[in-house]
């Protein structure tokens, strides 16, 4: 059985978290994107604690088409090290499991 994944990146660009979510979804590397409202992250760069205003930008996809998504995202990344998290789906219906692959799926 197919596996589905939930990919979470972040950016500081309305504009270009919608450009990547979209894209995404055209290129069929995933099936829906959401583009969660700006948040306030807090990190470690450069040896001081940093802070930015972001966007996260959440991925759902096949197992099988997460590396082909994380590179295909991180050559439009503005980031110089995006973050990048793949987070197991324990649980889905067949039907949305169904739709998933479909719509990952090249035509």
């Not at 990146?9 to 979209?22: F, G, K, N, Y």
Request: proline share 3%.
């Amino acid at each position: 059985m197919v596996g589905i994944v939930s990919a979470q990146t972040t950016v500081d660009d309305e504009t270009r978290a919608h450009e990547i979510a979209r894209g995404a979804v055209e290129a069929r590397l995933a099936a829906g994107v959401h583009v969660d409202a700006r948040m306030t992250s807090f990190y470690w760069w450069k040896d001081a604690v940093q802070h930015e205003r972001e966007y996260r930008i959440s991925f759902t996809t096949t197992a099988d088409r997460a590396a082909a998504l994380r590179e295909w995202v991180h050559a439009r990344h503005p980031y110089e090290v995006p973050q990048w998290m793949v987070l197991p789906v324990a649980d889905a219906s067949q039907e949305y499991l169904a739709w998933v692959v479909k719509e990952t799926t090249a035509r």
